[in-house]
């Protein structure tokens, strides 16, 4: 079975900084586009950020010049590096990807089960 799983949340001040990880497993084929969504109490979840297979980027607002996700397609792996942490970044953070699984046409989407990140002093 695929699954994603995520890791590197934790406590962190404000102003300081962590890098999340997210690791695929399983029967795979390729993987295509990777993200980060976040959920806050009593919030919606939202897109945090993206990447392509190519390694083309896109960011909410919100984490625009303080957080940077990248691949290591070799390793299966998403990476969301979180500088400059504000309160308001405290949520659950989730992975996603768009993955063909072996035996498998078309691409299907999978999601993590979350990592915590609480920034708070």
């Known amino acids: 079975q695929v699954q994603l799983v995520e890791s590197g949340g934790g406590l962190v001040q404000p102003g300081g900084s962590l890098r999340l990880s997210c690791a695929v497993s399983?029967?795979?084929?390729?993987?295509?586009?990777m993200a980060w969504y976040r959920q806050a109490p009593g919030e919606q979840r939202g897109l945090v950020a993206t990447i392509t297979s190519g390694g083309s980027t896109n960011y909410a607002d919100s984490v625009k010049g303080r957080f940077t996700i990248s691949r290591d397609n070799a390793k299966n792996t998403v990476y969301l590096q979180m500088n400059s942490l504000e309160p308001e970044d405290t949520a659950v953070y989730f992975c996603h990807a768009l993955i063909r699984p072996t035996n498998s046409r078309p691409f299907r989407t999978y999601w993590g089960q979350g990592t915590q990140v609480t920034v708070s002093s």
């Open positions: 399983g029967s795979i084929s390729s993987i295509n586009n």
